[in-house]
């Protein structure tokens, strides 16, 4: 049987990273948590990529979750559980500190590592015909501090005690309600829906999304631990750039503007 593995591959500005484990409804092996960290953190180094996508090869899931069947290797002692926690928590890095907007184009099963994956992301745009679930109580998992603020921050800390004390099943509209997803469309929509959302953020200021990017992450954390004057240093940025220059002749020549990121 293939292994399962992570995809990574440009189209344009957007950066597309497919979470390849068809079989197995794309859950993911130690393996995949390395490549993903990889992939992310060379997207984020690519200046010619504007935009980031993760979603999951097939029609039938995002992400399933962890794939449980690798346990008994990659969680075979002490060392090795500690080992997977580190590759785990580099992926869920690199995708909610990415520079780079990143969505989260779901279809399909979205559990466990899954929705973990997804709440990283700072967009995520479903079909309708999606399913969400965090089993960590079924399975006697116990969830960290930092990926449970993740989710809290997102939906509140009600519908986040919620989804973990029932562990149970909820639709895209619930998922919606809740907060979890910024948009839900038909499935046959979903292509076309992300791909026009993508030209709307790669045709404007990559700095600007830079700076809207980490001000916000930013402004998550705790008062006494934001770093303003990187806040500052960006809208800073922004106003010295050669981009704002183009924006203002674009605006007075009435075409779009071409912005380079500089």
């Known amino acids: 049987m293939t292994e399962g593995r992570i995809i990574a591959e440009k189209?344009?500005?957007v950066g597309n990273v497919i979470f390849d484990n068809v079989a197995k409804h794309n859950a993911?092996?130690?393996?995949?948590?390395?490549?993903?960290g990889d992939a992310i953190e060379a997207?984020?180094?690519d200046e010619d990529v504007r935009v980031i996508v993760l979603q999951g090869a097939g029609e039938k899931a995002f992400v399933s979750g962890a794939d449980i069947s690798k346990f008994q290797d990659e969680?075979?002692?002490?060392?090795a559980t500690k080992e997977y926690g580190a590759s785990v928590n580099r992926g869920y890095g690199a995708v909610?500190?990415?520079?780079?907007?990143?969505?989260a184009k779901i279809r399909g099963y979205c559990y466990g590592g899954g929705m973990g994956i997804a709440v990283c992301c700072d967009i995520r745009i479903s079909s309708d015909n999606s399913s969400f679930c965090i089993p960590a109580a079924k399975l006697g998992i116990g969830y960290g501090h930092e990926?449970?603020?993740v989710l809290v921050d997102l939906v509140g800390p009600s519908f986040a005690k919620e989804i973990f004390y029932t562990a149970r099943r909820f639709d895209a509209e619930e998922a919606r309600m809740m907060g979890l997803l910024n948009r839900v469309v038909s499935c046959d929509e979903l292509d076309?829906?992300?791909e026009g959302y993508t030209d709307m953020m790669t045709a404007n200021a990559p700095l600007s999304l830079k700076t809207t990017n980490l001000i916000v992450n930013e402004l998550l954390k705790d008062a006494g631990d934001r770093d303003m004057s990187l806040c500052h240093q960006l809208v800073e940025n922004c106003a010295k750039s050669d981009d704002l220059e183009e924006g203002r002749r674009a605006f007075m020549e009435k075409r779009k503007p071409a912005f380079m990121g500089r």
């Open 43 to 45: 997207f984020d180094a």
């Open 147 to 149: 990926n449970t603020k």
């Open 96 to 103: 909610q500190h990415s520079a780079k907007p990143t969505i």
């Open 75 to 79: 969680r075979a002692n002490l060392e």
């Open 11 to 13: 189209d344009g500005y």
């Open 192 to 194: 076309d829906y992300v």
């Open 28 to 36: 993911v092996s130690k393996a995949m948590w390395d490549q993903l």
